[in-house]
């Protein structure tokens, strides 16, 4: 999981329990901390709205006492408020610059293989319409799909590039396994039909609906699933 996808699901839900969310929390103590301010925070807020209005005048006369003290403790306080309305406002206005800001599909890609070094690690025997049902669970991809098994897939999950949610594959090379990113169409996206690194190679090529990018240890591998796909992929 990437940083990114991590603290959008912390900022929307501290308390989940999803397996991957809960790994990358662990992965370190500034998260581990990032993200218990967060539930104490979500904590403060709902005991504040649990508040019981009572229908009886003595409860009424109660209640707007502790409102009265709520003012008070508002005007003490102010600065705090203000001060995690700024931070909110910036984390807001980060998040949208990187929502529109140009992405290279090229060195994304090589940053998530580097990243998900597990995925190159399993051996799930991924069947051709399970990865169709997922591109269609994300509904950006219109009606693409795989016409057939485009040879052996060991892997396929859901992946994020730059807030834009994707599919990331692992299939059978040549020789060796190839990483596939599936990913929707968008304008900011620039790709480069060929890109490498010292270690891998990657090849992109565009389709109807998305952008496909290739990355293995040989080009030979690379050219030999981008055939496989440009003949299954529709």
């Known amino acids: 999981m990437d940083e990114l996808k991590f603290r959008r699901q912390a900022y929307g839900d501290p308390n989940n329990q999803d397996p991957d969310f809960l790994a990358e929390m662990h992965s370190s103590v500034e998260k581990e901390a990032f993200v218990n301010d967060l539930k104490m925070m979500d904590s403060k807020i709902e005991r504040a709205l649990d508040i019981d209005v009572p229908d009886d005048l003595a409860a009424?006369?109660?209640?707007?006492?502790?409102?009265?003290?709520?003012?008070?403790?508002?005007?003490?306080?102010?600065?705090?408020?203000?001060?995690?309305?700024?931070?909110a406002f910036i984390a807001g206005i980060t998040f949208t610059l990187l929502r529109m800001s140009p992405v290279d599909l090229g060195q994304h890609a090589l940053a998530h293989v580097y990243h998900e070094t597990k995925a190159l690690q399993a051996d799930d025997n991924v069947q051709f319409s399970d990865v169709n049902f997922q591109l269609a669970s994300l509904g950006t991809f219109g009606d693409s799909k795989f016409t057939q098994q485009p040879g052996k897939v060991y892997y396929s999950t859901f992946c994020d590039f730059?807030?834009?949610?994707?599919?990331?594959?692992?299939?059978?090379?040549?020789?060796?396994?190839?990483?596939?990113?599936?990913?929707?169409?968008?304008?900011?996206?620039?790709?480069?039909?060929?890109?490498?690194?010292?270690?891998?190679?990657?090849?992109?090529?565009?389709?109807?609906?998305?952008?496909?990018?290739?990355?293995?240890?040989?080009?030979?591998?690379?050219?030999?699933?981008?055939?496989?796909?440009?003949?299954?992929?529709?």
Do not use: C, W
């Not at 599919?167 to 059978?172: C, I």
């Open 60 to 87: 009424k006369l109660l209640l707007n006492q502790q409102l009265h003290q709520h003012q008070q403790q508002r005007k003490r306080s102010g600065f705090t408020l203000a001060l995690v309305a700024s931070v």
């Open 162 to 234: 730059q807030g834009v949610q994707s599919l990331h594959l692992v299939m059978q090379g040549e020789h060796s396994k190839v990483t596939l990113f599936i990913v929707p169409l968008e304008n900011r996206m620039v790709l480069e039909e060929a890109f490498a690194d010292n270690k891998y190679k990657g090849n992109g090529f565009v389709t109807d609906n998305a952008y496909m990018l290739l990355v293995g240890e040989t080009s030979e591998d690379v050219n030999f699933v981008k055939k496989e796909v440009e003949q299954t992929f529709i």
